[in-house]
RNA sequence: GGGCGCGUAGCUCAAUCGGAUAGAGCAUCAGAUUUCUAAUCUGAGGGUUGCAGGUUCGAUUCCUGCCGCGCCUACCA
């Protein structure tokens, strides 16, 4: 309803501006105004105006607030502070609106949306910062399907990297293993976390003598070229840790609708098809000579970097700076140049399709499907879409921005407008959890505010070890809350409140933010957490229960909604119901500036209006009953919002806390 | 060297194109439970928003210069 009323007064101040003054401001800025009792909404608009006008801001806000007229949903506007023009909605139309739960729907935008997310090398087990990107992607899906959009959810799966081959080599040559007892292992239980050491161990192995990465070289050429052994066994290792993703994702309720592989990539020749189009529009160039002789290189952004001197090498090596290698001069093609071909196939610009096949069913029975080179004749459409959001940690932004040059070389300036790198910072270890973990620091090391995840030290917190402490920790206190329970129903409770915690956690720092991991607050329950807003709503349910009343189906006729929130003393309560309002609004935001943590925020100020709301006001004990259904829709409204809420964040309500 | 980003309370973080008295959580201290379960609530202390200028009616936010920190800057993916 928020974002409604909203929309509806920035409609009615720009036609009045049209009409009075004859300016046509490019936005109107509403705001917040910074306590209720100014209002609901604020325009400082008479502040940009008083220039334009040549009058003082007050002035221009008085003759706005006596000339705008009714504004229907609104009670009255009024003068505040040196300009200010402040709003005051209609309470209790708004209140009925909302209890009623007939917000208008706002426009959809059409066209399919790709997310891709997730993205881990299936060389080893997923750790802490997979999470923070599975966890902002999912979420952000959840926001588009919220606001209406159909969403393609997509998993990139380097299966032929080095990163693969590493952990090949530590099976063939480290561990001696034979392709069955490698079998046998791929069907354990946690295959990706012996994974995880063996690739440290790889790793390890390569720094003690440089004639081993000679090893490294050949296994990561029999796996590009493919129809070998040692590409069976980096098809098998990578098929069966990206298996165990999937899982470790679910357990977070996330899902994808497709994975697709550099594999395909590779051997459906999606390169070729884009290799020949970036030639054939001079995007790529060869060199002849120089640093980068015999490469193609793509020429970076028109970095007009001005050479002051007058020589001709320092012009050139300048300009060799300003290159990026797409084609080795060994004829291979590297990462940036395959991320090209992919994009211009999510944007159905290449001209080429994946085989796909079913891989993976969710307990939901929702299907994910890969890619293959012979795939199945029927199978859902993927690609070919509107709008794309990467989600890609901060430290790829220049191989995206790579991407999204070639798209607009190419001539696709569309798409490359539609093109959205969903930029995040990475997740860190502090000192102190690195000490905790056993971890060995230099003393460079300890004096840093934090220290980098390092799949290739073996360093950091799987993602599973992290849910199943969570799950530990949350059992422990159900068990202790809820004796009567089953089991099942115990375990099934702490898993929620495991997976409350942790999504909340991930989904509450903006995403420039780094987070400096720390186990003490990533597993508290209490405060600015998840949990905290699912006990929220377990109360709201509870007063329905213990009342014997269905908060789902409530009968609304003849609450007083006037009586019960007019007027400065009714404010408390208002907020509440103002805050509960919001939801819509919140989630356009989100969607519009990729920031999920604004939901997070939502969530928690709404729980934490609602505790306070609890404390102060007894419900079932209410003896004017009257004032007690007032009380009981108050607390149906809430409950039904901050579910909502909790839910485009992926989070369940427990049945109990 | 160049590019991107960060610097706010003891700690971890907010602050919606630049807006009204810079807000939360944790930690500390003092309180609240015969009640719809305290994973809760109430209150207190805690700030020269890294430094110096500039633009503006107004700057944590924009500009310039310093200081400190991180990431990127491979024919690795």
Redesign the pocket.
Known sequence: MYRYLENRLAHHVREFLRRTYDVEL??I???????VE??E????????L??RLRKA?RKIAEEIVAGIGPVEGFEKLEL???????ARVNREALAEALASNTEPPAETQPGKVLVEHSSI?PNKAAHIGHLRNAILGDTFVRLLKAAGREVDVQNYI?N????VADVVVGFLHLEKKSRAEIEQLASQPRFDYYCWDLYARASQWYAEDKQNLEVRRQT?HAI?EGGNETAALADLISVAVLRRHLETMDRLDIEYDFLPR?SEILHLHFWDAAFTKLKEAGVLVY?NEG?????WVMRRRN?T?EVTGTEEADKESIA??D???I????G?????G?DIAYHMWKFGLLGRDFGYREFYRYPNQHDCWISTTDGVPDHPHFGDVAEIYNVI???????QNAVIEALRALGHNEAADRYTHF?Y??V?L?PRCAAEMGYQLSD?DK????I?VSGRKGFGVKADDLIDTLIA??KK??D???PQLSDAERTT??TQ?AVG?LRYFML?????????F?F??AL??????G??A???V???T??F???GIDPDDFSLAGIDFAHYLSGQDRNEIWELWLAASKTSYIID?SIA?T?P??LA?HA??L??LF????????????ADESRKRF?LAT?AVVRRELTRVLSVMGIKV?A??
């Open positions: 490019p936005k800025v509403i705001e917040q105004p910074p306590r100014l209002g909404y604020a325009l400082p608009l008479a502040f940009e008083a220039k801001p505040a502070g040196a300009g200010y023009i402040n090398n380097d032929t990297g080095v990163q990561l590009e550099e060199e640093k980068n002789k015999g490469c970095s970097t060799e700076e290159q990026k290698v084609v080795r001069s060994n291979t093609v590297g990462y940036v395959k940690d901060t430290r790829q932004a220049e191989a930029s910072e990475m860190a502090t460079e004096t840093r505010s934090y980098e920790s949350a206190e159900v202790g809350r809820h409770i702490a409140i915690a509450k720092f903006t995403k420039q933010s780094v987070i400096a720390d003490k607050e508290s329950f209490e405060g600015e957490t949990p905290y699912q006990y929220a377990v109360r709201a509870n007063i229960r213990k009342g935001q500036t920031e943590a604004y925020k928690f100020q729980a934490q505790n306070s709301f609890y404390h102060s006001y007894p419900i079932l004990s209410e009380l607390v427990p109990a806390m």
